[in-house]
């Protein structure tokens, strides 16, 4: 019964390994996937990450948002969009849509806020429809994007395959040292 005992624990060091290199890998695709996907002609996803507490309890600050291209028309009071506000992305609610002739227009306020934006925004300043929020993992996006972060996870996928590595070399010499008679 002894003897299971190290190969079970090494088969699940080794299962945690590969576990933590798949996240680790995950957790890199992730950062970088916005520049791989998005496309605002196509409806394609856009990621981002909460900035502020204007549209907090639902989106705290930190949270990594998905939001995804949108015909204006698709849009309705309640819809929480994303806009460009002077190059300034804002994620607020609309709350109406104004009757004016031509140009569709949107009343959006921050669920955190007192008041409505104080500007109405045309079509062409919608970004996207938001299709999902993840509460705080644009921390850890935000973090990986930076160079030390890219460093961190390089140094973590290494030192994760070295130890591996080592696993597996034990493993071996100890499988060779079985065979050797004394």
Request: aromatic share 8%; proline share 5%.
């Amino acid at each position: 019964m002894s003897v299971s005992k190290p190969k079970n624990k090494h088969r699940i060091v080794s299962w945690l390994c590969n576990l933590a290199l798949l996240i680790a890998f995950g957790l890199l695709l992730l950062t970088g996937i916005n520049r791989l996907f998005y496309n605002q002609a196509s409806g394609t996803l856009s990621f981002r990450v909460v900035q502020s507490g204007s549209m907090a309890p639902r989106m705290p600050v930190g949270s990594l948002i998905v939001t995804r291209s949108v015909d204006p028309h698709e849009i309705r009071p309640g819809d929480i969009i994303s806009t460009n506000v002077d190059g300034t992305v804002l994620t607020h609610r609309v709350v109406a849509i104004p009757k004016r002739s031509g140009d569709i227009r949107f009343e959006t306020k921050g669920d955190a806020n007192t008041y409505e934006d104080t500007r109405l925004t045309s079509c062409a300043n919608v970004l996207g429809k938001l299709m999902l929020v993840i509460p705080y993992l644009g921390y850890v996006a935000l973090f990986f994007q930076q160079p030390a972060g890219w460093a961190f996870a390089a140094s973590v996928l290494i030192g994760l395959w070295l130890l591996r590595q080592i696993i597996i070399l034990a493993q071996k010499e100890k499988k060779d040292h079985e065979k050797v008679p004394y």
